[in-house]
């Protein structure tokens, strides 16, 4: 479990550890940053920008601007810009080389990038934040995401799960974690509320990514089910909910189902700090 290291922010390091962000989404958060938050200094790496197929650039251009953002001591903080597939390409070079500047500073992001933050939480290197990206500035009320992350980093505790309890924590996109679970960047959960949500999957696909995660993560404390958007529909009804599908995976597995929380791929997604770190901050 990592320590509480949030500290005050004042450079806050973006970089594109998967896919690509569109440079207006970034002129518009920087607007918002500089008109409502001057005292934090947002700095998007030009590595935010680069498109190479899929990806914000090669395994090798991510992984050189997340290390440089990561080791960089004058940086306060790492957000990730957006998720997309593509952090788990790069996390087992970027621990290898992470230094002691990444050791004391928290990294926020979701989605896919839920990767690095539960190989982060693992490897004990700085405080993983589930947290919105600058990409959320596209959503509808996406402005609001953007505020809240942006005062957690100048210590406003608003913007936290309001869920959260004196148990630790621990964040993630449903498929994500599934992806995660088995792997060397698999953390330890034990006793840990394990918030989820899930976007874009159909309810068979989240029964299976259920059937799957709750074989592997028995001994943790409970589920929350976040936010479960844009479901696609599927030629015939699957004749569940997904709190439905989680509540009966929760009880086939012995896991106890804890109810919801606010998180998500929405506006309303809120900040989930690994561990017991934010509870401080709450206090």
């Given at each position: 479990m990592?320590?509480?290291?949030?500290?005050?922010i004042r450079k806050?390091?973006?970089?594109?550890?998967?896919?690509?962000?569109?440079?207006?989404?970034?002129?518009?958060?920087?607007?918002?940053?500089?008109?409502?938050?001057?005292?934090?200094?947002?700095?998007?790496?030009?590595?935010?920008?680069?498109?190479?197929?899929?990806?914000?650039?090669?395994?090798?251009?991510?992984?050189?601007?997340?290390l440089e953002c990561a080791n960089d001591a004058s940086n306060d903080?790492?957000?990730f810009a957006k998720g997309g597939y593509g952090s788990n390409r790069i996390a087992a070079?970027?621990?290898?080389?992470?230094?002691?500047?990444?050791?004391?500073k928290p990294f926020l992001g979701y989605s896919d990038c839920g990767t690095l933050l539960g190989a982060l939480y693992r490897a004990?290197?700085?405080?993983?934040v589930h947290a919105p990206m600058p990409v959320d500035i596209k959503r509808e009320g996406g402005e609001a995401a953007i505020r809240r992350v942006l005062a957690y980093m100048s210590g406003n505790p608003d913007g936290l799960e309001p869920s959260l309890t004196d148990?630790?924590?621990?964040?993630?996109?449903?498929?994500?974690?599934?992806?995660?679970?088995?792997?060397?960047f698999m953390p330890d959960l034990t006793g840990h509320e394990v918030l989820i949500e899930e976007v874009g999957e159909y309810e068979y696909a989240i029964d299976r990514l259920l059937f799957h995660v709750t074989a592997q993560i028995g001994d943790i404390a409970g589920i929350k089910l976040g936010e479960v958007t844009a479901v696609p529909e599927n030629d015939r009804p699957f004749g569940a909910s997904a709190q439905e599908i989680v509540q009966d995976w929760c009880r086939r597995s012995g896991i106890s189902y804890l109810g919801r929380a606010e998180v998500g791929?929405?506006?309303?997604?809120?900040?989930?700090?690994?561990?017991?770190?934010?509870?401080?901050?709450?206090?």
């Open positions: 990592t320590a509480d290291v949030h500290r005050p806050v390091a973006i970089c594109a550890p998967a896919t690509p962000l569109k440079r207006k989404y970034a002129q518009a958060v920087s607007r918002l940053a500089s008109d409502e938050f001057p005292e934090l200094e947002l700095h998007f790496h030009e590595q935010c920008f680069v498109e190479e197929g899929h990806f914000a650039g090669s395994d090798d251009t991510r992984l050189a601007a997340l903080a790492v957000w070079q970027f621990l290898k080389q992470a230094g002691d500047a990444a050791k004391n004990g290197i700085g405080s993983p148990r630790p924590v621990a964040a993630f996109n449903l498929y994500t974690l599934a992806m995660l679970v088995g792997t060397p791929h929405s506006s309303t997604n809120k900040i989930v700090p690994f561990g017991l770190e934010g509870r401080t901050l709450r206090a």
